[in-house]
């Protein structure tokens, strides 16, 4: 390692400040029967963002709880692929899909009102395509949210275009939880791996999903012990920049 990069490393990190990691729960909107409640999981201790899946069974339901809720962020969790049929053209934003994705913004924003910022919701395919990324940037500056990259692909461009739009941006640095493997065993060495990487760099996402009882369960035992190590834990909005 340079010298010249090993002090850009350490200079990141200003010295004495609390490592951060904001940890964002998606999906909401949509229960199964073993999903956790709504209010279970808004009435967690310590700061948290929730994310909301506009035009699902319980979006404003939801989105009214999460508002109201003390130390939590709302975040509106939204959908490209395969949930809106795009065509995704390698050059230039293919002019109906820019059409879809503003009218589905549109509703979102009226559907989840006092959302601070928006994540992916899945969107493999859109998240990695350059020109519907850019188009859809420039829709989500005007609205004053934040965006925060959800990675379900190690090949999104959709952070970089929302920086290069001037979107306050941050990415996902790890799941707690996937659909084939969710233990709380899991979940909690996932914690564990975003507290290390918030300590070496400053700070970190971690996301999960409401659906797990086992999610819920890891956080509501692991959050406080990390509190105690010196960890912050913090709204997803603090890490956007």
């Known amino acids: 390692m340079s010298k010249y990069f090993l002090f850009v ?17 998606d999906d909401f ?13 808004t009435a967690l201790p310590g700061a948290m963002t ?3 899946m ?6 404003k339901q939801a989105a009214a709880l999460i508002s109201a809720a003390s130390s939590k962020e709302l975040m509106i969790h939204y959908p490209f692929d395969p949930f809106q049929a795009l065509v995704l053209a390698k050059e230039t934003a ?36 350059r020109p519907l990324m850019s188009a859809f940037m420039a829709l989500l500056k005007p609205t004053g949210l934040y965006f925060l990259d959800s990675m379900v692909s190690e090949k999104s461009v959709a952070r970089a275009e929302a ?3 001037g979107v306050p941006a941050a990415a996902n640095f790890i799941f707690l939880d996937t659909a084939e493997l969710h233990t709380e065993a899991f979940c909690a060495r996932m914690l564990r791996q975003a507290a290390a990487h918030a300590r070496k760099t400053g700070s970190a996402v971690a996301i999960g999903h409401h659906y797990f009882r ?22 997803a909005s603090a890490l956007a920049r």
């Not at 490393?9 to 729960?25: D, K, T």
């Not at 506009?54 to 979006?59: D, V, Y």
């Open 54 to 59: 506009p035009e699902s069974p319980r979006t």
């Open 9 to 25: 490393l350490l200079s990141a990190v200003p010295a004495g400040a609390a490592p951060q990691v904001a940890v964002v729960i």
């Open 214 to 235: 086992s999610t819920f369960d890891c956080l509501k035992a692991e959050m406080p012990k990390y509190e105690k190590e010196g960890v912050e834990f913090v709204r």
């Open 163 to 165: 920086e290069a739009a």
């Open 94 to 129: 293919d002019p109906g899909d820019v059409a879809k994705t503003r009218a589905l913004l549109e509703k979102a924003m009226k559907q989840i009102p006092n959302a601070k910022g928006l994540n992916n919701h899945r969107s493999y395919k859109a998240t990695r395509n």
């Open 29 to 41: 909107g949509l229960n199964y029967k073993k999903t956790p409640p709504d209010e279970e999981w």
């Open 50 to 52: 929730f994310a909301v």
